[in-house]
């Protein structure tokens, strides 16, 4: 079975530091990833996907992660974090083909001091 | 237009009863899911429905069950409720491979 491991549990940085949350999952074959956010108080969204094609996606908010296939990786990065990207960050999988699965890890609690 | 729209927001249940979940998907979209999530942790995927049949099932036990009805509305039923099930359960739907999630119904079992 897949599974999603995101090593940092919680995160508290300065405003303006960069930021980078890890993501492993352990499926070998083609996957689907995706990052969401849940700000507080609000619903899950999604702040960036990957499919295929070029390995470094851009989402919203400033953020981008880069797929490392070799080391199944899909890590979060933004180069200066604000106050209100305190959060709680998902990193997620779903297999492509086959039975819909979907994993979610179980998340990075972000908060950013101003 | 409207997001995913979930009922009730909250919910208080006692050991054994039973409890049922609604879900309204975003209008246009075919395809509903649930998650399972607890306190702390990511979320659980418990089953999808794309035009009315199940496309995925999680692993979860045969209390949970799930429909979805000609409309696309889902429902989520969960039997002899136990209270290791309080958790905050969320709806998502999807056109194509985007899922949007709800608000979700925070099930607290006593």
């Known amino acids: 079975a897949q599974s999603v491991s995101q090593h940092n549990h919680h995160v508290i940085l300065s405003e303006a530091a960069s930021l980078e949350l890890g993501c492993n999952y352990s499926?070998?074959?083609?996957?689907?990833l995706f990052w969401y956010v849940q700000y507080p108080g609000q619903h899950l969204q999604l702040l960036l996907k990957?499919?295929?094609?070029?390995?470094l996606v851009k989402g919203i908010k400033g953020f981008e992660a880069e797929f490392i296939k070799s080391k199944f990786s899909f890590n979060l990065r933004k180069p200066s974090v604000q106050w209100s990207d305190t959060a709680e960050y998902f990193c997620?999988?779903?297999?492509?083909?086959?039975?819909?699965?979907?994993?979610f890890g179980r998340g990075t609690s972000l908060i950013v001091h101003p | 237009d409207a997001g995913v729209t979930q009922s009730p927001t909250h919910l208080i249940k006692t050991r054994g009863q039973h409890v049922t979940l609604r879900c309204s998907p975003i209008?246009?979209?075919?395809?509903v899911s649930w998650y399972q999530q607890v306190l702390g942790q990511g979320p659980q995927f418990i089953f999808q429905?794309?035009?009315?049949?199940?496309?995925g099932r999680g692993n979860f036990p045969d209390r949970f069950s799930a429909r979805q009805f000609p409309n696309y509305s889902s429902e989520l039923n969960v039997n002899a409720l136990l209270l290791g099930d309080s958790a905050l359960y969320l709806c998502?739907?999807?056109?194509?491979?985007?899922?949007?999630f709800g608000p979700g119904t925070r099930l607290l079992v006593l």
């Open positions: 998502a739907s999807s056109g194509t491979w985007l899922e949007y």
């Open positions: 499926y070998g074959g083609t996957v689907n």
């Open positions: 990957y499919f295929s094609g070029d390995p």
């Open positions: 997620a999988v779903k297999k492509t083909g086959g039975s819909y699965i979907p994993t």
């Open positions: 209008s246009g979209h075919k395809s």
């Open positions: 429905y794309y035009e009315k049949e199940e496309r």
